[in-house]
């Protein structure tokens, strides 16, 4: 039964390179009947075309991103079947067999809306996630620059005590960078460089790419299936391929 009052985890994406991580993490968050808050940075728009061939437009947000979910890792652009219901909408009410739908709602708010919901500490949210997160995203967040609606809603966030995971994507990481990631970690922020582990034996990039989403849904305390963990025995992941 859903709570009367709606708690969106917010999802926050960068300009940085990496929307494939996004998407997994989306998704997840919808498959576990999670609420989620969109705020898509102008800069990642630009990524988000880069790397899908395909615009993210406020105006048909709910159309773009529902494209940007059915696409896997490796391009292919009808990997998954993804519903992108908005809160209070018929689907939110009924699955498609008739009964009641299990996955969560999307509420998507532009970047330069200094005003929306999630700017303010008094909007009811679980916590946020930046991912991936630019070099650029992590000075701004720690700095409290609150430039955009992303970087606002994570300074929210920590001042709220609210969980806040930064994905960072960058490599290698310079001296200034690292010190923002530092700040970020003393003030409460689980930062999680967006690195794939390999003894979960993966066998396609979308399984790294699932790895990376898991480990940001566990630091978020969702639960999900992404990747196969580790048991404490070697050669696990060969004898279950």
């Known amino acids: 039964m859903r709570n009367s009052v709606r708690r969106p985890w917010i999802v926050g994406v960068s300009g940085a390179s990496g929307t494939p991580y996004a998407a997994s993490v ?3 968050l919808l ?3 999670e609420d989620v808050d969109l705020v ?23 159309e773009d991103l529902r494209r940007w979910l059915a696409r896997g890792a490796d ?6 079947d ?8 018929p689907e939110t ?10 996955g969560g709602t999307v509420r998507y708010w532009p970047a330069g809306d200094l005003a929306a919901g999630p700017s303010s500490g008094s909007y009811p949210a679980r916590g946020m996630i930046v991912v991936p997160a630019s070099t650029a995203s992590v000075a701004g967040i720690a700095l409290g620059l609150s430039k955009d609606l992303l970087q606002r809603t994570a300074s929210v966030t920590l001042k709220e005590r609210r969980p806040l995971v930064v994905a960072v994507r960058e490599t290698p990481l310079g001296g200034q960078t690292l010190r923002h990631l530092v700040t970020l970690d003393e003030a409460g922020a689980v930062v999680l460089p967006a690195s794939p582990a390999f003894y979960a034996g993966a066998a396609h990039i979308q399984e790294l790419v699932d790895f990376v989403a898991g480990r940001a849904l566990d630091a978020m305390g969702v639960p999900h299936d992404l990747y196969r963990r580790w048991e404490g025995e070697l050669g696990g992941a060969q004898r279950q391929s």
């Open 40 to 62: 898509v940075s102008r800069a990642s728009r630009l990524t988000l075309l880069d790397e899908t061939g395909h615009p993210f437009r406020d105006a048909h947000w709910r």
């Open 75 to 80: 391009g292919s652009p009808d990997a998954y």
């Open 26 to 28: 989306i998704r997840a």
């Open 93 to 102: 009410e009924t699955g498609r067999d008739g009964g009641k739908a299990a």
């Open 82 to 89: 993804v519903a992108v219901p908005e809160p209070g909408g």
């Open 31 to 33: 498959a576990a009947g």
